[in-house]
């Protein structure tokens, strides 16, 4: 199957500051990328979807000025967590689809945000 | 894309068959099923999708009722590293379009009983 990998796995930020993680399709070019957020115990919610070169599609309830997506090419998706608190502790997911996967959405490995 | 409905856990002994299933009445005629599963502290793992016919690949084999209104996933001979939440999903799946992304339920988790 394709390849979603991410960056980095884990990261701790101090309360207020920016983070950003990387997403990137290994051996495809992803037109589309969707960023989700997991917190403990519960199950993945879809933030947004971005497709390359164009601005991302934020899901109803997420602040598109604090969760910024960038999708510049086919291959690299980024969000960064902008003035980050503690409640934005939580596993961020991407997931990636193209032509080439035949719309099968593949997933990286995920992102733990600890905020302090 | 319709709603599933699946059991929230399941046992089975390793090295036997495990069989989860999936209900999914409301399904339109060009929604796929997809199954994910997801191991703890890791993204999702696609596993199978199918439209009406029965599939099988090297993880698992996905039986869809004639109906469509339910389907089964099957994990041949599972091991202790098969436990892991799984999700059924279905979605509209377009060769050319389709960016909608996966909405996840609660899903199965499955736990192998050595």
């Known amino acids: 199957g394709a390849v979603v990998s991410q960056h980095p796995s884990r990261v701790i930020c101090k309360s207020g500051t920016s983070v950003k993680i990387e997403c990137r399709s290994l051996?495809?070019?992803?037109?589309?990328m969707f960023w989700y957020r997991q917190f403990p115990k519960q199950s993945l919610m879809l933030m947004a979807t971005s497709n390359e070169g164009s601005k991302a599609t934020y899901e109803q309830g997420v602040e598109k000025d604090k969760f910024l997506i960038n999708h510049a090419s086919l291959t690299l998706s980024t969000l960064t967590v902008t003035s980050a608190h503690p409640e934005d502790s939580s596993f961020y997911i991407c997931?990636?689809?193209?032509?080439?996967?035949?719309?099968?959405?593949?997933f990286g490995e995920g992102s733990w945000l600890t905020v302090v | 894309d319709a709603k599933t409905t699946q059991p929230p856990s399941m046992d089975c002994a390793e090295g036997r068959a495990a069989n989860l299933p999936c209900n999914h009445s409301?399904?339109?005629?060009?929604?796929?099923v997809y199954w994910y599963r997801q191991i703890h502290s890791q993204g999702p793992q696609y596993i199978i999708h199918?439209?009406?016919n029965n599939e099988t690949n090297e993880m698992a084999s996905l039986i869809i009722t004639e109906d469509r209104k339910s389907s089964t996933l099957i994990l041949p001979h599972a091991t202790l590293r098969d436990t892991a939440v799984y999700y059924c999903?279905?979605?509209?799946?377009?060769?050319?379009?389709?960016?909608?992304?996966?909405?996840f339920g609660k899903g199965t988790h499955l736990i192998i009983q050595p």
């Open positions: 199918g439209l009406k």
């Open positions: 999903i279905v979605r509209v799946a377009l060769a050319g379009g389709g960016a909608d992304g996966l909405t």
């Open positions: 409301t399904i339109s005629g060009n929604e796929y």
């Open positions: 051996d495809f070019q992803a037109t589309t």
């Open positions: 997931s990636a689809r193209s032509l080439f996967t035949g719309n099968t959405i593949y």
